[in-house]
């Protein structure tokens, strides 16, 4: 007979605390995913059914009148289209940059390492100011183009930390020096070997950046005068404050309750529209996420 595995039963205390934590676990997870429900939910239910509550769990009154008036505006299509350009050029720009730093930092022999490090570290805690960072935008020639929206903050000292510190406890020495007796610079070693390897925090990075340039907003609000080159968070926040500014000049009481009908889903689904893109990109890379938390915790 082969071995056979025996499992003790659990005490009792183990027992308890297993229920409780499921308890516990599954309360929070309904206090998450109830407002998740409930505004996409709303976004699909008619504003009278919004206005007066009526909307629980499941849409009420199935209508899409709130997102033909998030579409029905003339440059919402242009401002997703300058969203994704955005998002997609400076992500690949912070990982690029990102990636090329931490990796120079994280060699030992680098001269003067802990003297940059300490610069970027500075970085993180004290900065000019938002009227010397405006003059240093003005001056460089980005005011009002695609370069004011993808290249100040093109490396996330926060993120470079993650990466270095990653780079450093996961690619030992040893196999940079038997890359090297191989003939391996150091821009074969990198590209060939390093990069490779760092694919879930080259993950995490991504999704910070993306995240971070699908949102932005305030940079686009004080950068970017042409209205062809704005993102779509300023559409979206145009068509909010419009809606209720609209609604409150009208004076027709039975024109005004439809506005304000309007405007109650309107938010609902100016949420959804904002928030899908950037959560159906998450699947994509989940599958690295759940690799990085596993690395290290087995040694062969």
């Known amino acids: ?24 676990l599954t309360v929070i997870l309904l206090a998450v995913l109830y407002p998740l429900l409930f505004v996409l939910s709303a976004s699909f239910s008619s504003g009278s059914a919004v206005s007066t509550g009526k909307v629980l769990l499941w849409p009420v009154d199935f209508s899409l009148e709130g997102y033909k008036a998030v579409f029905k505006h003339k440059d919402i299509l242009n401002s997703y289209g300058n969203t994704f350009l955005y ?47 405006y003059l240093l935008i003005k001056d460089l020639g980005l005011m009002n183009s695609i370069g004011a929206m993808v290249l100040p903050g093109a490396l996330s000292v926060y993120n470079m930390i993650i990466a270095r510190t990653f780079i450093t ?28 390897l760092s694919k879930s925090v080259i993950a995490v990075i991504t999704l910070f950046s993306a995240v971070t340039h699908w949102n932005a907003y305030f940079n686009a609000l004080m950068l970017l005068n042409d209205r062809s080159l704005y993102p779509l968070q300023i559409i979206l926040r145009e068509i909010l404050v419009l809606g209720q500014v609209n609604a409150n000049m009208i004076m027709d009481p039975e024109l005004q309750e439809a506005m304000a009908n309007t405007a109650a889903v309107l938010k609902y689904s100016l949420i959804v529209v904002a928030s899908v893109p950037i959560l159906c990109f998450y699947p994509f890379i989940q599958k690295y996420f759940v690799k990085g938390v596993m690395i290290g915790s087995l040694k062969g």
């Open 1 to 24: 007979m082969g071995n056979q595995l025996t499992f003790a039963k659990s005490p009792r205390s183990d027992k308890v605390f297993y229920i409780l934590s499921g308890i516990v």
């Open 169 to 196: 406890n996961t690619i030992p020495d040893e196999l940079l020096e038997a890359a090297q007796i191989d003939g391996c610079n150091d821009f074969q070693f990198f590209f060939s070997f390093v990069l490779p």
């Open 87 to 133: 998002t997609i050029l400076g992500t690949i720009i912070n990982v690029c940059m990102v990636m090329t730093c931490a990796y120079g930092l994280s060699r030992k022999k680098l001269k003067g390492r802990n003297v940059f490090m300490f610069i970027f570290t500075f970085t993180m805690f004290f900065s000019g100011g938002l009227i010397p960072f």
